[in-house]
């Protein structure tokens, strides 16, 4: 069964830099079968995708946050890893991340997350 | 980029009844990928429909979705007390990122 876990500091100062892993169980990040991605909520809205990182370490971001975001893969511990710069107040969020399927020229559709785990911004 | 329309906000039915959730989009959701997600407190989000109308693996056949373009809609046939939960839509029709619809919460009435 393939198991998505979330570990990271629930607390990050302004300013400063979110760092999140997520260590997957039951698939192999190496085998290049899936795409690797992040997606955030803020508390009483919808999910954001931030972005998706694939074996070979290859990323592709959102946009919007293309500037401050870095994803990043090792296949030696099947981890994968998110880091957002210069935060603040507004990336308040529960944190997933999710394997990810890529639909022939498309985008991404989700079929494992993790629980998810809350990052507040804070001084 | 493609915004997802969720409605209603909250659906209060009782166990037994039939749901309908609908998602629209501003544009055009490319090949109708089109996604579908159950969300409870706590727990990880499940997926339930993927390519607008295929049930993901072990979703039982009372989730059911439909519609293409602009239009789409999820039906749970008769609500079983699991299933009240917030229930989302995805787009992912554009190779540069997908979007998600801001949700209906499905509640006991």
């Known amino acids: 069964q393939v198991q998505l876990h979330e570990s990271g500091p629930g607390l990050v100062k302004p300013s400063q830099t979110l760092s999140l892993t997520c260590t997957v169980s039951?698939?192999?990040?190496?085998?290049?079968?899936?795409?690797w991605s992040w997606i955030r909520q803020p508390a009483g809205k919808g999910l954001e995708w931030l972005g998706r990182v694939f074996n070979t370490g290859s990323t592709t971001y959102n946009s919007s946050l293309k500037s401050r975001v870095t994803m990043s893969v090792d296949t030696s511990t099947n981890q994968f890893s998110l880091r957002l710069n210069s935060v603040t107040a507004a990336d308040t969020a529960v944190y997933y991340c999710?394997?990810?399927?890529?639909?022939?020229?498309?985008?991404?559709?989700?079929?494992?997350w993790g629980q998810g785990t809350l990052v507040t911004v804070s001084s | 980029e493609t915004v997802l329309t969720q409605s209603p906000g909250t659906l209060s039915l009782s166990p037994g009844e039939r749901a309908t959730l609908s998602c629209r989009a501003n544009q055009r959701v490319s090949s109708n990928y089109l996604a579908w997600y159950q969300q409870k407190p706590g727990q990880a989000p499940r997926l339930l429909i993927y390519?607008?109308?295929s049930r993901a693996t072990g979703i039982p056949d009372r989730f059911s979705g439909s519609g293409s373009g602009t239009d789409f809609t999820l039906t749970i046939s008769r609500l079983e007390p699991e299933d009240f939960a917030v229930y989302c839509c995805?787009?992912?029709?554009?190779?540069?990122?997908?979007?998600f619809g801001g949700g209906t919460k499905v509640e006991l009435k």
């Open positions: 390519d607008a109308s």
């Open positions: 995805q787009q992912y029709g554009s190779s540069s990122g997908v979007t």
């Open positions: 999710a394997r990810s399927r890529r639909a022939v020229a498309g985008g991404y559709y989700f079929d494992y």
């Open positions: 039951g698939d192999s990040i190496s085998s290049g079968n899936y795409y």
